[in-house]
């Protein structure tokens, strides 16, 4: 390559990069409709991450937990679903304080009934004879369009006026 093809590449590596860095910072700051969905989703993996990997910590590193699979996946499950709340009630839609308890009590309906769903999924694919984190990944993907409409719609669809401190 020749230096001004290097130089170039450079400047279009680094038009990426300030792109990438924009977009970044368009979905932290944003408040419509379409950034609430890419933080939504942002969330939805940094709670799968934390699913999967305690679900793998409990299962791989303890011989308690690697004799009670769907035990850990509840588990790993439980502090996936607490999780998410907290960053889509203070994040996602920029709830406040203000029918916490509420929002809580729906997310939580909508979390378990995806919950159930889940570990139903993931027992038949287990007792079909696939592989547990096969199972696990293929039954998250089968709730995953269930809860989201859900918890768009029902939990946080509905906004109140909240008063900020």
Known sequence: MT????????????KLVNFVVGQ??????GGTITHELLRFCLVG????????GLYLLLTRLFDFWSGHLLIAAAV?????????????????FKHGT??????MSKFVTVALSGGIWNLVLMAIFIRLGWHDVLAK?????????????????????????????
């Open 76 to 92: 790993s499950w439980c502090l996936a679903v607490l999780s998410s709340f907290l960053l889509n009630n203070f994040w996602t």
């Open 24 to 29: 970044a910072e368009l979905v932290w700051r």
């Open 45 to 52: 993996v940094v709670n799968t991450v934390l699913d999967f």
């Open 137 to 165: 990944i293929l039954a998250t993907v089968g709730v995953t369009i269930w809860n989201f409409t859900l918890q768009k719609r029902w939990t946080f669809g509905s906004r109140m006026t909240e008063i900020h401190h």
């Open 98 to 103: 203000l029918r916490l308890r509420n929002r």
């Open 3 to 14: 230096e001004k093809t290097d130089r170039s590449m450079g400047i279009r590596n680094l």
